[in-house]
C-alpha cells in the first residue's frame, strides 16, 4: 500500500554542548533538539537531552546514559495518540575494534 503522503520535507537540528568533570573519563553532556517531519501541519518534536559519558578506553570502549524529555505539537493537537510530553532513559555501550 502507497503511503498516503508522497511529499514532504522534513527538518531539524541539535545543539550539542559537553564537557569533561573527570579529563578523558566522564563527560557531562546537554542538547536541544528539534524535528519538524513536515507530514502533518504543527507536527514538531522538541527534545532536551542531559546524559554522562564514562570513558573506560577512549572512544574505544565507553558507556553512555541519556535523559531525554521530548514535547509533541503533534500529539499536543491530537491527544488521543497520547501525552505531549514524555521522558526516556537510554543506556549504550560503544565498542570499536
Known sequence: MPPTFSNFTTDGFYVT???F???KKLQAVVQWQYLNPGQKGNDGLYSILGG???YIHGDG???MVNYIHTWSDFRQ???EFGDDQFDEVIGRV???F
Do not use: D, F, R, T
Open 17 to 19: 554542548g559537553a564537557y
Open 21 to 23: 568533570l573527570l579529563p
Open 52 to 54: 554522562l559519558n564514562y
Open 61 to 63: 570502549l565507553k558507556l
Open 77 to 79: 493537537a491530537h491527544p
Open 94 to 96: 560503544q565498542v570499536m
